[in-house]
């Protein structure tokens, strides 16, 4: 069904089943972009909007929300081109890095100055919140480059009111693209014919787990990630992955997959873990040399002998003679080898 609401001062109509996420909506129908989708479980605070002015995580808040309300995404915090005083401190203290959760930041941040300037008034001097004060309204963001310093100053000096009025001398030349939402990142691009992916994964700690569907019960694009004993080994290990042309529907198939999970017993618990009869997570050390690789990234191409001894030693550019493996009492004392000058 159609629905109306106005997004960023823009009367907007919205097609929703009543299924989906305010966050995928804003993104993939809207194509606001600046909206960022990261845990997709309310823990990041990178997808932050405003309804009716109130912060919201548009993963964990649903589409109809946005009917017949006033939504406010990164892209419209600043007016026109003047940008708003939380965006410009941003820039000037440098508060941001890659810029992924900075949209997050700028949409919660924008309604926290406008809290404090109604409660401390238009005039200079009004006074700054302190640090645990913006920690506490900011506590929804994590912010990965940890560009926290920055922002506890930004955050400071909006509310002080450094930035009310003119022009701002951005710390990098990248920002300003950022604290707008107008940075585009992979995840913003939908070219033609791209498929999104969803990984199917354990809800346990350790189970052994049935085939994948065959036949018609067997999604088109669906990859086994299991390794051959079709063990799972921790709670979110990825069992497989499914695509679709859209990210609502790699989820529904996602959720759908008739996959069975025969629960092993298992402890998570250290003491636990340590006691008499404690289920193992491999039977013997022979099974862990043997055991497939369940990790989701790739192993490092090179050997450890253990983890005192560190990996192998590297060419190390412009030197030219030995380097010991070890200064350390490591498996490695006293071996070394010759290393050919770097360029
Ligand atoms: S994506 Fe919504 S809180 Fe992380
Ligand atoms: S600037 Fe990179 S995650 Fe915050």
Redesign the pocket.
């Given at each position: 069904m159609t629905f109306s609401t106005s997004v960023n001062g823009e009367k907007r109509d919205l097609d929703l089943s009543g299924h989906e996420a305010a966050?995928d909506v804003i993104r993939e129908q809207l194509g606001l972009t600046g909206t960022?989708?990261?845990?997709?479980?309310?823990?990041?605070?990178?997808?932050?909007i405003q309804i009716d002015g109130v912060p919201a995580?548009?993963?964990?808040t649903p589409a109809t929300a946005m009917v017949d309300a006033e939504v406010t995404t990164v892209e419209g915090i600043a007016d026109g081109d003047e940008l708003h005083p939380v965006q410009k401190a941003f820039l000037a203290h440098d508060g941001l890095q890659c810029g992924y959760c900075t949209p997050?930041f700028i949409v919660d941040g924008a309604a926290f100055y406008d809290g404090w300037r109604a409660e401390h008034g238009d005039s200079a001097p009004r006074p700054e919140p302190d640090r645990h004060t913006i920690a506490g309204a900011l506590a929804?963001h994590l912010c990965r480059c940890a560009a926290y310093e920055g922002i506890y100053r930004a955050m400071a000096a909006a509310c002080r009111g450094d930035f009310d009025d003119g022009p701002v001398e951005p710390a990098r030349i990248d920002g300003p693209a950022k604290v707008t939402g107008q940075a585009v990142y992979t995840a913003d691009v939908y070219p033609d014919g791209v498929l999104h992916a969803v990984i199917g994964r354990s809800p346990i700690a350790a189970a052994d787990v049935g085939p994948l569907p065959s036949g018609n019960d067997r999604p088109e694009w669906i990859i086994d990630l299991l390794p051959e004993d079709r063990r799972v080994r921790y709670a979110g290990q990825a069992m497989f992955a499914v695509a679709a042309e859209s990210l609502a529907d790699a989820r529904r198939i996602a959720a759908a997959v008739p996959v069975e999970v025969r629960p092993r017993p298992f402890v998570i618990d250290p003491d636990e873990a340590l006691a008499d009869g404690a289920p193992p997570v491999y039977e013997d050390r022979a099974a862990r040399k043997l055991a497939p690789n369940s990790s989701e990234g790739p192993m490092l191409p090179t050997r450890w002998s253990n983890n005192r001894a560190g990996p192998e030693p590297h060419a190390v550019p412009g030197h030219v003679g030995q380097i010991p493996r070890s200064q350390g009492t490591g498996g490695g004392v006293g071996r070394s080898r010759r290393v050919a000058a770097g360029n």
């Open positions: 966050v960022k989708l990261v845990c997709a479980g309310g823990v990041c605070g990178a997808c932050t995580a548009g993963c964990l997050g929804g």
